[in-house]
Nanobody, 123 residues
């Protein structure tokens, strides 16, 4: 069974940076697209970023475009989310997930999820 494990969350001041990591077990990591979602307190889970399984094309929500960068290291079975210029409204539990679809920006397009990592941005 493939598992995804996130790390790198924490408490940071507004304007600061964090890098989240998501490491996948299994040998087929490169065959899937990977996404990051977040769930702010009391709100629904929302799309943050997606990276395709081939060519590495990336997609972002408007709220993070220009501040966050998704990337992947195939050799390490790891996908990253570099978050810069953080704002208090970025506070949420962040999840990575795996999708077999060519482009995936909705939660139902993903079949495996990590346990989440908390990111808190203080003002």
């Amino acid at each position: 069974q493939v598992q995804l494990v996130e790390s790198g969350g924490g408490l940071v001041q507004a304007g600061g940076s964090l890098r989240l990591s998501c490491t996948a077990s299994g040998r087929t990591f490169s065959n899937y697209g990977m996404g990051w979602f977040r769930q702010p307190p009391g709100k629904d889970r929302e799309f943050v970023a997606f990276i395709r399984r081939t060519a590495g094309e990336t997609y972002y929500s408007d709220s993070v475009k220009g501040r966050f960068t998704i990337s992947r290291d195939i050799a390490k079975n790891t996908v990253y989310l570099q978050m810069n210029s953080l704002k208090p409204e970025d506070t949420a539990v962040y999840y990575c997930a795996r999708s077999a679809q060519w482009i995936a920006t909705m939660p139902h397009q993903y079949n495996i999820w990590g346990q989440g990592t908390q990111v808190t941005v203080s003002s």
